[in-house]
């Protein structure tokens, strides 16, 4: 029986994290300067975007990068409805770019997200 109840302690503290996207370094930002910058350094820095928008005036490439944790509770049974739960942060960084390919502007916001369990409220 104590073997059981360590191995329900190790679930529920362990849990789970997942990671998706493209991940910029914000150290990385100061690099870029608006009027100077191209997009091909940028994308030479970074990588390639989760999405690049194509317009008459210029491009918008998009840098998501998520990242969720859920609760050791959510992988057991019935618990889970009462203390699961999973935390999410999603970080977006957009940069346009002028018809010429050269950087006009940027920024970086970043979303927090917590779901708790049906029951757990």
Known sequence: MRIIGLLLLL?????CTVSSGV???PSKMSDFKKGTTTESEVIGRLGQ???TTHATGG???N?????????????????????GHTDSTTTMCQ???DARQV???YSCDDAHAAQ???LGR
């Open 23 to 25: 991940k910029v370094d």
């Open 63 to 83: 840098y998501v990068f998520t990242t969720s944790t859920a609760s050791g509770a959510n992988f057991v049974p019935v618990l889970n409805w009462f203390k």
């Open 59 to 61: 491009d918008l490439l």
């Open 103 to 105: 950087l006009t502007s």
């Open 49 to 51: 975007p989760s999405t």
């Open 95 to 97: 940069f346009m770019f």
């Open 116 to 118: 708790n369990a049906p």
């Open 11 to 15: 679930v529920l503290a362990a849990g």
